[in-house]
């Protein structure tokens, strides 16, 4: 049964299992994209930024910290 097989690989066993439910549709898409860009995050990006002074590192990381404040 899979649920034997999820509860077998959770360290400590069946003890440390409260409740077991299956995935929201979000929550399946997102295992989807997982399962098929094996090494890899579809959800995870690397962007270099170039700057042409501190002025502009700044007027960015303001920004950033507004949006990351919302």
């Known amino acids: 049964v ?3 097989r ?3 690989r959770v360290p ?3 003890a440390n299992v409260q409740d077991i439910y299956g995935l ?3 929550q399946e898409g997102i ?3 997982h399962l098929m860009a094996p090494g890899d995050d579809p ?3 690397t962007v270099l930024f170039n ?3 501190q002025e502009r590192v700044q ?4 920004a950033l910290q507004t949006v990351i404040a919302r």
């Not at 007027?59 to 303001?62: G, L, R, T, V, W």
């Open 51 to 53: 700057f042409d002074n």
């Open 43 to 45: 959800y995870q990006r």
């Open 59 to 62: 007027q960015f990381a303001a």
């Open 6 to 8: 999820i509860v077998a």
């Open 31 to 33: 295992l989807y994209h």
């Open 2 to 4: 899979a649920i034997d």
């Open 24 to 26: 929201a549709p979000l």
């Open 12 to 14: 400590g066993g069946v």
